[in-house]
């Protein structure tokens, strides 16, 4: 791998430990001023110091985000759709000029296995490969879900793997049963979950708990985090099960502790 790329790469995830904490909160793209990201930047303040890096849009950045912060971003470059559309009919918003000029050390867009425009949605990040090839920048391809589809092993397998076949550096998903064959699926390339809808507490550290038991390299949390009563107690405790081991139980008093 090119020192660039390995170099952005290992800002994300740990070299050693192949874990990671990623902070997701580019919500906004197409679900407008989501809960708990009405004001972003007051939402992410006190979460960054716990997160091994941000993704987010290049206007949540420069809108509410300080340019100083000393995290890797992680930079959804998609969209184009609301969620008052067809959610696959997804385009790239964002130059590589412009990922370069934030200094991304990733880009990220999704990808939306069976859906309407599944074949644009892995062009899309066909070119975000392309590109990332051409200047060091690490690709995350995010396995969208499709209202009809199934989130099984069989699906997300399928839609990881595409995601690896096309050149992704990290791909993110969604937690299933079986979810070994999903990591087995994607070979060498890391996994990392998604929160998904916002559950409760416990039942979100042990779903981060299974995956890492299952070899995912971590999570690429949300609303599972700044939804929370205690967003703070919830990234420690995801944290902590992603970079610790920690048990559910021993998690789950983190987040507890205000
Ligand atoms: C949307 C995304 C979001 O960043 C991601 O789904 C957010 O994480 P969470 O589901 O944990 O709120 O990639 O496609």
């Known amino acids: 791998m090119e020192w660039g790329m390995k170099n952005r790469l290992s800002r994300i995830i740990d070299p050693k430990s192949r874990r990671c904490l990623m902070l997701a909160v580019d919500h906004g793209y197409f679900q407008g001023p989501t809960t708990g990201l009405k004001n972003l930047g007051e939402t992410v303040k006190p979460l960054l110091p716990y997160a091994d890096a941000l993704m987010i ?7 509410w985000i300080p340019a100083e912060i000393d995290k ?9 759709q609301s969620i008052l559309k067809e959610l696959s009919n997804e385009v790239v918003t964002t130059s590589i000029d412009d990922a370069i000029r934030i200094n991304a050390s990733a ?5 939306y296995i069976g859906s309407e425009y599944e074949k644009e949605t892995i062009a899309n990040l066909a070119d975000l490969v392309n590109w990332g090839q051409d200047f060091g ?41 079986g979810f070994e064959e999903v990591v087995e699926a994607c070979g060498n390339v890391p996994v990392v ?26 999570v690429d949390m949300g609303r599972n985090i700044f939804q929370s009563d205690n967003p703070v107690g919830m990234i420690k405790a995801a944290r902590a099960i992603v970079h610790d081991n920690a048990s559910v139980e021993e998690a789950f008093k983190i987040y507890k502790k205000k």
């Open 57 to 63: 849009t290049r206007g949540g950045l420069r809108n």
């Open 72 to 80: 890797p971003v992680i930079l959804r470059v998609s969209g184009g």
């Open 107 to 111: 880009i990220t867009c999704s990808v």
């Open 137 to 177: 920048i690490p690709v995350l391809a995010v396995t969208a879900v499709g209202k009809e589809m199934v989130r099984d092993a069989r699906y997300l397998g399928l839609a990881c793997r595409i995601c690896v076949e096309t050149g992704a550096h990290m791909v993110k998903t969604y937690y299933c049963d």
């Open 193 to 218: 979950i998604a929160g998904g809808k916002k559950i409760e507490e416990r039942a979100a550290l042990e779903m981060a708990h299974n995956a890492i038991k299952s070899g995912a390299s971590g």
